[in-house]
């Protein structure tokens, strides 16, 4: 049910990130890394992981790692941001749907994996619906090609750079890394009259909750990630873009012509096939002495 709940947050986020549309999505950025890392040092405080976390700072690699991440999240959240408050729901949801087949696809190339033919398959319908929204649908969905690329960087970073000492330690080390650049970059608006932001308002107290709004999905999924194996893992991703898919299509009323229900047809066809694939992996028979035999490729 954490886990769950945790999802179903990251489905919501588009009714708040609308509330915020009179802010440009590099200040709502800006404005969450600051108020996420108050947020993580409050929480660290309160439950005694400070020392963890001034650990991981210390030590150079660690942290240079978790900087990178931070900043593919912050071009992640900035897209998405940008996605969710110009009508664009849908692209977002067609981005983090096809987020596991570009991880996968990372993994090819970057980590030396092998895929199996099943999720060659998945590519090629995945190839297939960006191919039918170019030419049917008449753009390049290039939310959705940012959001899956970045959000799967920013996985491949994180699984190379090693242990990270926990979520919330990762995330406060991420926040960090941002907090420089985000409070110059709000300073200059500040300074040129372009701020939206004043913070002792309402609209100023609505964009602070930015932090722990985005922050609290994490920490659940963390807690529930160490309790569930992985095909649960598996399927609760897909529970955020369908949300996103819903509120885009019958609640904002975005358009869907037969040409995109095409492209999110040849999607959903890729995901369905790629998860079969990733849960008949799980089930590998057990060779004697109650060892799993190891499936193959990536």
């Not at 993580?40 to 991981?56: P, Q, Y």
């Not at 090819?108 to 895929?115: P, Q, S």
């Not at 970073?157 to 409070?183: C, D, F, I, Q, Y």
């Not at 873009?241 to 995109?260: D, K, Q, V």
């Amino acid at each position: 049910m954490i886990g769950a709940s945790a999802y179903i947050l990251w489905g919501l986020f588009p009714i708040y990130f609308r509330l915020l549309a009179d802010s440009g999505p590099l200040e709502v950025v800006a404005h969450r890394a600051i108020w996420s890392l108050l947020f993580c040092t409050i929480a660290l405080l309160a439950i005694g992981r400070w020392r963890r976390f001034t650990a991981i700072a210390r030590d150079p690699r660690i942290f240079s790692t978790l900087a990178l991440a931070g900043f593919l999240v912050a071009i992640n959240w900035g897209i998405y941001v940008f996605g969710v408050t110009t009508g664009r729901t849908l692209d977002a949801s067609m981005g983090y749907f096809m987020n596991p087949l570009v991880s996968a696809l990372l993994g090819v190339l970057v980590l030396g994996e092998r895929l199996r033919p099943l999720q060659w398959i998945a590519f090629g319908f995945g190839a297939a619906a960006v191919v039918v929204l170019v030419l049917g649908y008449g753009e390049v969905p290039w939310i959705a090609i940012v959001l899956a690329g970045s959000f799967g960087l920013y996985g491949l970073v994180t699984k190379r750079g090693g242990n990270r000492g926990g979520a919330l330690e990762g995330l406060t080390a991420e926040t960090l890394a941002l907090t420089v650049p985000a409070a110059v970059y709000l300073a200059t608006l500040a300074a040129s009259g372009a701020g939206t932001v004043e913070v002792f308002s309402p609209y100023g107290a609505l964009v602070a909750l930015s932090g722990p709004v985005t922050a609290i999905p994490l920490i659940l999924f963390a807690y529930a990630a160490a309790r569930l194996n992985l095909s649960t893992i598996g399927m609760l991703q897909y529970v955020a873009p369908l949300m996103l898919f819903l509120l885009g299509w019958l609640a904002y009323g975005e358009p869907m012509p037969p040409e995109r229900w095409a492209g999110f047809a040849l999607i959903w066809i890729a995901v369905a096939i790629f998860a079969a694939d990733v849960a008949r992996a799980t089930r590998a028979p057990r060779l004697p002495g109650g060892s799993h035999r190891p499936p193959r490729g990536g």
